[in-house]
């Protein structure tokens, strides 16, 4: 079949929740994608920020067929070696103590709020605590997620959310403190912002955060789904500034296109939160999932993946700061090492189609921020080959 005939057929088969490119991708190598008509694309997405070491990684390609070979799952009522090694890696990687494997982030957020609610119920025996968390914030589609979502047009048609929900703005230290009340029991918030705008969070108000929460008896929960995992040239975005979680969700590139997530917790809350019957999930943590995340881990230490991104997202900064000072429709660089969201005066779906027309695949976050979430492995020879599409797109 031709790609047309892929597409009507996907458009006969699949439920309508995406409006998707006009393509039908086959295969990868690199930081490259190609479809099924053997036309080459430079991925700056990398799955929505999720294949971190590139396409067909022959050492990670290789662990996930011996597991297969080996076992892929059995469910949580007996231990797998995979999750111990994995476990335990990411504690080093992360400084947490204690892991619970998901299937995604979405289920990594929905854990963490049950976690900081159960933690709070055992302090008090209430059941009416209340989490804030931040406007613009994204953390997933679930009935969970989206309560904590701060953009109105995700839950609007889904009432009613979860309650006991408070929003707050990012980097304004004072809105949090405002919606605080003697019931609040957590904070949650991404570290940067992806959907919300490729935002950080300034380093006093994460500081401050911290602080509140310390003086007020509540948790901190970062989420770390899309800024961790080397983004922004840390393993997660927080430990730039030593403001360490009571709670941190993780997913996308912790399996590299496996999809897994986790979410972890310090031993305080591990000891007085979820416990046997609380939690649980039929696929999260099997042997194969979690080879992907041991596998990956690895392959991060011995590839030096962070040292790479620190070495090649200032440059991947300055292109884009020179393409703003040639364009004068852009208004904006903002983001953190290899997430970075440049900000127009116009919707931006006109240069983004433009752009996979040129061979160059780029994302949205909200409809007038390109993003630029590439595979942590890019080197300069792949920005200057972004900048000379993305450049003539934008003309």
């Not at 297969?68 to 947490?96: C, E, Q, R, V």
């Not at 922004?232 to 941190?248: L, S």
Request: overall charge negative; charged content about 25%; some cysteine.
């Amino acid at each position: 079949m031709d790609m047309q005939e892929y597409i009507q057929e996907a458009e006969e088969a699949l439920l309508h929740t995406y409006n998707r490119y006009q393509i039908v991708l086959d295969r990868g190598n690199g930081v490259y994608l190609y479809d099924v008509e053997g036309t080459k694309y430079l991925d700056f997405v990398a799955g929505i920020a999720v294949f971190a070491l590139g396409y067909h990684n022959e050492e990670y390609n290789n662990a996930l067929k011996a597991q297969i070979d080996k076992l892929i799952h059995t469910s949580n009522y007996y231990y797998n070696i995979p999750a111990i090694n994995a476990a335990k890696k990411l504690k080093k990687f992360s400084g947490m103590d204690r892991v619970f494997f998901t299937n995604s982030g979405a289920e990594a957020i929905e854990g963490a709020v049950k976690a900081a609610r159960k933690y709070a119920y055992l302090k008090d025996g209430s059941t009416d605590h209340e989490i804030i968390a931040m406007n613009r914030s994204f953390h997933g589609r679930t009935m969970g997620a989206l309560s904590v979502t701060g953009n109105p047009k995700y839950r609007e048609a889904f009432q009613p959310m979860i309650g006991n929900i408070r929003f707050a703005d990012l980097n304004d230290l004072e809105s949090v403190k405002a919606a605080m009340t003697e019931k609040t029991c957590a904070v949650l918030l991404e570290t940067v912002q992806g959907e919300g705008g490729m935002l950080p969070a300034e380093e006093d108000f994460l500081k401050g955060v911290r602080a509140l929460c310390d003086e007020r008896g509540a948790l901190l929960i970062l989420d770390e789904i899309q800024c961790g995992m080397g983004r922004t040239g840390y393993m997660y975005a927080w430990q730039k500034y030593g403001v360490k979680p009571d709670i941190m969700t993780t997913a996308k590139g912790l399996g590299c296109g496996v999809p897994v997530g986790a979410f972890l917790m310090t031993e305080e809350v591990g000891a007085a939160s979820l416990t046997a019957g609380d939690h649980g999930t039929t696929y999260g943590g099997n042997p194969l999932a979690c080879t992907a995340v041991e596998k990956v881990l690895d392959l991060f230490e011995e590839n030096h993946i962070i040292d790479h991104v620190r070495e090649v997202a200032p440059y991947l900064e300055q292109c884009l700061d020179q393409l703003k000072d040639r364009h004068g429709c852009i208004v904006e660089r903002r983001g953190a090492g290899l997430m970075q969201g440049l900000v127009l005066d116009r919707p931006v779906g006109p240069v983004i189609n433009k752009a996979l027309e040129e061979g160059l695949i780029l994302i949205n976050a909200g409809t007038d921020i390109i993003r630029f979430v590439p595979p942590l492995i890019i080197s300069r020879r792949h920005i200057d080959e972004m900048i000379d599409i993305l450049d003539d797109c934008i003309d």
